[in-house]
């Protein structure tokens, strides 16, 4: 079974509108670690932001916030007025037990923002 | 502060040749990570090493050797080339404070084997 699921291949949205990435996880470890990156045209991963399972809080980082819904078991990231520069693929991963700790990464989403 | 090198960043070869990709950290960084990246696939976990002198495979790690003779770097070998090892290489390295983890990476080396 896929353990990360991003559903959204592709997504356009108008600038400065906010956007939810969708990212969806299977585990049946109760302490796990939840992780957005951000890869450009360039090429490099950029780390965004992580959660851990058991955090209370939503995690946030500047304009980047993270829609932690644990018993849904899904991640999204929320990217708020979004800018020309977060074009992009974005990556959900994750690491657990079942995983010897190692991330395990979905397909990721290419986000295109229109100007 | 480089942070993580890789070189080549580019790299081709022809079937059955043998070719060594070298990553570098100066994070003082305990765990270290080769993975490869297809078109329209998340990154795949080839081997990885969690302190000088030790490796252990990962998802995919056929077809790779790998060596972690000093704690900055992490070497990755391919031995006999094939067509189904092209692909973008990225090595990451991460120092383990628990949960959080967070790996940072390198540029990538896109390798095209013919």
């Known amino acids: 079974a896929q353990k990360i699921t991003q559903t959204q291949p592709g997504m356009f949205v108008q600038e400065k509108e906010a956007v939810t990435l969708d990212c969806t996880y299977d585990?049946?470890?109760?302490?796990?670690?939840l992780f957005w990156y951000k890869q450009p045209s360039s090429g490099e991963m950029i780390f965004l932001i992580y959660?851990?399972?058991?955090d209370e809080q939503n995690a946030t980082e500047g304009r980047y916030s993270l829609n932690f819904q644990k018993a849904r078991k899904s991640a999204n990231l929320v990217i708020s007025a979004s800018q020309l520069g977060d074009s992009a693929m974005y990556f959900c991963a994750m690491r657990d037990m079942d995983s010897n700790y190692q991330l395990i990464w979905g397909a990721g989403t290419k986000l295109i923002i229109k100007p | 502060n480089a942070g993580v090198t890789q070189t080549p960043k580019f790299r081709v070869l022809k079937t059955g040749q043998s070719m060594t990709l070298l990553c570098a950290q100066d994070?003082?960084?305990?765990?270290m990570y080769w993975y490869r990246q297809d078109p329209g696939m998340g990154l795949r976990l080839i081997h990885y090493?969690?302190?000088?002198?030790?490796?252990a495979k990962g998802e995919v790690p056929d077809g790779y050797n790998v060596s972690r003779l000093k704690k900055q770097n992490f070497l990755l070998g391919l031995e006999s080339a094939a067509p189904s090892q092209t692909s973008v290489y990225f090595c990451?390295?991460?120092?383990?404070?628990?949960?959080?983890?967070?790996?940072?990476f390198g540029p990538g080396t896109r390798l095209t084997v013919l």
């Open positions: 959660q851990g399972s058991y």
């Open positions: 090493s969690v302190g000088e002198g030790t490796t």
């Open positions: 585990t049946s470890d109760q302490s796990y670690g």
């Open positions: 990451a390295s991460s120092y383990p404070t628990g949960k959080t983890d967070t790996q940072y």
């Open positions: 994070m003082n960084h305990e765990y």
